[in-house]
């Protein structure tokens, strides 16, 4: 959509154009979508009935936010998802640096060039994409980064140290009219944070002693994970008490919800079935439950889609290397993730050495778990008896689907393969292999046959 026609601020009021402060817009535009039935949320997961309506109760009374929450739980993402809640279009002064409404300038310069314009303002159109900042938090973040500073240049063009115009504007009043989002506020020094109590109750800035009051009108969002209070850092109290909302985020609740943000998030060079999704998704929530990981750190939604991504990479490596026309992930690949993903964990201070075995154990559980899921009912008294008579199949990083589907043990007239693979969704050969892979792992795991492994290759018998 292109931005709409009026350029001059006489063409803006004949247009009736009707301005709106920045909560007034943002709450108008959620109570409609509400009203309408419209997701304002789309890609979150997990969130409908916790997160998502108390965010939408604090936005509705107008209150600046902080999310607290551990590490990969989305809370960047849905701050940045708030943009979707602001007016496609709306005008701004030409040139102004602070994007003030053409009725109502607020610093000295546009002010003076309203007075000489008039209706002959010019104005431009500012899209709500450019209505949003984001600051990630650092120790070396300064006042000037965030409020404004002195500019030298300007001094030395000749303006006087007292003139208001020598000030180069910070990050939040160049917000102004749209939103500021301070990702992991603990991490900024409190004297910094002690800069931010006027912009949050009194909404202006001061800068270097310069009487200048400006209105800004920002909304001020904050993320920050709770150890953060006492390990890296804090949020000094008066800040906090100017939060109007302080909202604990979590990892999804539901399996279904896991899984919808890995598959959303994860990008896949190959084909991943669904049930490998699941199996990290298990991975990751069992890894969140174990005594042997530091829970205060949390195991981020990024673990899973790391490990989504690596085991796409593990197919297409194996595709390539066997001459393979399409690749699909199968069980064996899910080693390859855990060789990378174990550095993504904090563990407790009395499992050094265990981690590997920890992450070999959780995952085993979560596979178990999954097999039973999909494959619950299906008889494999005949596969199991193959292998009680002497039978082998050999799988591995660098085996093709055709020559694993060709090692299988024949079973006569059963139609065994032909259930799990319809279970499972399996139509070419890479999907058929990945799911007799399943099965044949299901059954080891369950004690019904052995495995043997190496570096090179994995023996079912």
């Known amino acids: 959509m292109n931005a709409p026609a009026p350029s001059t601020l006489g063409e803006l009021r004949a247009s009736g154009h009707v301005q709106k402060d920045l909560r007034s817009e943002i709450r108008d535009n959620l109570v409609a979508a509400l009203a309408e039935g419209r997701d304002p949320w789309p890609g979150l997961h997990g969130l409908d009935d916790t997160v998502i309506p108390q965010l939408e109760r604090a936005l509705i009374a107008g209150h600046d936010v902080v999310l607290l929450g551990e590490r990969g739980q989305g809370k960047t993402r849905l701050l940045r998802t708030l943009v979707g809640l602001l007016d496609e279009w709306t005008p701004v002064i030409a040139g102004s640096e602070l994007g003030e409404h053409p009725y109502d300038p607020i610093v000295p310069a546009s002010r003076r060039r309203a007075a000489e314009l008039g209706d002959d303002l010019p104005i431009a159109w500012r899209h709500r994409d450019e209505r949003y900042a984001e600051k990630l938090a650092t120790p070396d973040t300064s006042v000037a980064d965030l409020i404004g500073d002195v500019d030298p240049m300007k001094v030395a063009e000749g303006r006087s140290l007292g003139d208001p115009e020598t ?255 319809e279970r499972l969704g399996a139509t070419d050969d890479g999907e058929r292999a990945a799911a007799l892979e399943l099965a044949l792992e299901g059954l080891f795991l369950a004690r019904k046959i052995g495995k043997d492994s190496d570096a090179s290759e994995t023996v079912y018998g």
């Open 167 to 421: 000030i180069h504007f910070g990050l939040v009043p160049r917000s102004h009219r749209g939103i500021v989002a301070i990702n992991e506020l603990p991490d900024l020094a409190e004297r910094i944070q002690v800069a931010m109590l006027n912009v949050m109750e009194e909404r202006d800035i001061q800068v270097r002693g310069y009487v200048l009051r400006l209105p800004l009108d920002v909304l001020v969002l904050a993320t920050a994970n709770p150890e953060d209070y006492t390990n890296r850092g804090r949020i000094i109290t008066p800040l906090k008490d100017r939060f109007g909302a302080e909202i604990r985020t979590h990892y999804p609740l539901e399996l279904a919800d896991e899984v919808a943000v890995i598959r959303q998030e994860a990008s896949l060079v190959t084909t991943v079935p669904d049930y490998l999704l699941e199996i990290l998704a298990r991975f990751t929530r069992g890894l969140r439950e174990s005594n042997a990981v530091d829970q205060r750190a949390g195991v981020s939604a990024r673990f899973a889609i790391a490990g989504a991504e690596t085991i796409a990479a593990a197919a297409l490596h194996r595709a390539t290397r066997q001459g393979e026309e399409h690749g699909v992930a199968r069980v064996v690949d899910l080693e390859t993730a855990v060789d990378v993903l174990g550095g993504k964990v904090e563990f407790e201070t009395g499992e050094e050495g265990r981690e590997r075995a920890v992450l070999d154990h959780v995952l085993r559980t979560a596979t178990a778990a999954t097999v039973r899921d999909r494959l619950a009912g299906i008889d494999f008294a005949l596969l199991v008896e193959a292998f009680t008579e002497g039978a082998t199949v050999v799988t591995g990083e660098q085996v093709s689907a055709a020559d694993f589907l060709a090692g299988l043990p024949v079973l006569g007239e059963s139609d065994l393969y032909d259930e799990v693979m």
